[in-house]
């Protein structure tokens, strides 16, 4: 049941007893990153970030209650468990580059301009805090395909006081989480969510369900923080790799922690298939980030702008164009191919290609 914003401090008092079962932590205080004052904070934390009062437009949350709901909402799915033909893959990439810098968050700060902490911004070029589904949507993107205009957002990295940015069209690949890969559809327009929570200890990084390869660079692999040394070689970037949850409740594109409405896939008894919870029964891409920054040698000084390494998260907020989404998501995802960003698999090239030169839908 959706709560009235009438009724916020029950909900805030709910939120905090539901965080300290679940091993959430709530702070009393918290320090802004970017002027070091300290903030008061009167609430439980959500995704690492300060609860505040929601500022969304009318059009996305008029009641300001934290749920926005799908309309329509997909209602009567089954989550699948059924086993399809095998396939080794059945994913496609979106190369997105770094686009600006700026302490926003649409999702978790709306309209709260410089609230965050310092994001790294890829895709939409217009993303900051005020970006709606109706905002982002059809606007320039630095994606190789011009109908993604979804906007991808990460902490900032930085050595020492310079900000370090990766370089060229980051891998963001979009695959399926559960078995039945024939079962996934594509996003609905303006899901958003959060990947991970910057307040989050190392433990809690390396056992977080997303968790992939961790951090990386040269022979030194799943560190659950930043390396202290990197190899000096010109061959040698700073990796990290990431998972989002790929279930979804079907019924709203963000809930009060950015999180509820998404769900990893869990085991079939019995099994090692993964399929959708019965909370969660709509299978979406799995979004995986695979970020590298030009960073190594003396690594003492690396940090994000949310702190240590395992502080690490990233949000997803969907703008793509339908009709080239739901190609994408059908030849590649659902037809069991390995595709690059025009939905073009090497290894299968009698299948053929989803997009054209321009990464444009004929």
């Known amino acids: 049941m959706r709560s009235s914003p009438k009724r916020l401090p029950a909900l805030l008092v709910g939120t905090a007893l539901i965080a300290s079962v679940l091993g959430i932590g709530t702070m009393?205080?918290?320090?802004?990153?970017?002027?070091?004052?300290?903030?008061?904070?009167?609430a439980a934390t959500h995704s690492g970030h300060t609860m505040a009062a929601s500022t969304r437009a009318a059009s996305e949350d008029a009641d300001a209650d934290g749920y926005i709901p799908a309309v329509p909402q997909v209602t009567g799915v089954t989550p699948s468990d059924r086993t399809?033909?095998?396939?080794?893959?059945?994913?496609?990439?979106?190369?997105?580059s770094v686009t600006h810098t700026?302490?926003?968050?649409?999702?978790?700060?709306?309209?709260?301009?410089?609230?965050?902490?310092?994001?790294?911004?890829?895709?939409?070029?217009?993303?900051?805090?005020?970006?709606?589904?109706?905002?982002?949507?059809g606007k320039s993107t630095t994606c190789k395909a011009p109908a993604d205009a979804s906007a991808y957002w990460m902490p900032s990295l930085y050595?020492?006081?310079?900000?370090?940015?990766?370089?060229?069209?980051?891998?963001?690949?979009?695959?399926?989480?559960?078995?039945?890969?024939?079962?996934?559809?594509?996003?609905?327009?303006?899901?958003r969510f959060v990947v991970g929570?910057?307040?989050?200890?190392?433990?809690?990084?390396?056992?977080?369900?997303?968790?992939?390869?961790?951090?990386?660079?040269?022979?030194?692999?799943?560190?659950?923080?930043?390396?202290?040394?990197?190899?000096?070689?010109?061959?040698?970037?700073?990796?990290?790799?990431m998972q989002a949850p790929s279930c979804w409740d079907g019924k709203y594109l963000d809930t009060p922690?950015?999180?509820?409405?998404?769900?990893?896939?869990?085991?079939?008894?019995?099994?090692?298939d993964n399929m959708c919870p019965t909370s969660h029964p709509v299978a979406l891409p799995m979004i995986e980030f695979k970020m590298a920054w030009p960073v190594n040698g003396d690594m003492s000084q690396v940090r994000l702008a949310s702190g240590r390494g395992y502080s690490f998260h990233y949000d997803f907020f969907n703008a793509w164009e339908d009709r080239t989404l739901k190609a994408m998501v059908d030849h590649c995802i659902v037809g069991g191919l390995q595709c690059d960003t025009r939905g073009f698999d090497l290894y299968r090239p009698e299948r053929g290609t989803v997009l054209?030169?321009?990464?444009?839908?004929?």
């Open 28 to 42: 009393a205080s918290a320090a802004d990153t970017h002027s070091g004052t300290p903030a008061v904070v009167a």
């Open 84 to 96: 399809p033909p095998p396939a080794y893959h059945h994913e496609f990439q979106a190369g997105c």
């Open 102 to 137: 700026a302490p926003d968050d649409p999702i978790v700060y709306p309209g709260q301009f410089g609230r965050s902490h310092d994001h790294t911004f890829m895709g939409n070029t217009t993303t900051n805090a005020a970006s709606t589904t109706a905002s982002l949507s």
């Open 159 to 191: 050595k020492g006081d310079q900000k370090i940015l990766p370089t060229g069209p980051q891998v963001i690949y979009y695959k399926a989480g559960v078995t039945d890969y024939t079962s996934v559809r594509p996003f609905p327009k303006g899901l």
């Open 197 to 241: 929570d910057p307040m989050q200890s190392a433990e809690q990084f390396r056992a977080h369900k997303g968790f992939v390869e961790g951090w990386e660079c040269g022979d030194s692999f799943f560190n659950t923080d930043i390396p202290a040394s990197c190899p000096s070689r010109p061959d040698v970037q700073l990796n990290l790799r």
């Open 257 to 272: 922690d950015h999180k509820s409405h998404m769900a990893y896939p869990v085991v079939k008894p019995g099994t090692n």
């Open 356 to 362: 054209n030169a321009d990464h444009r839908l004929p």
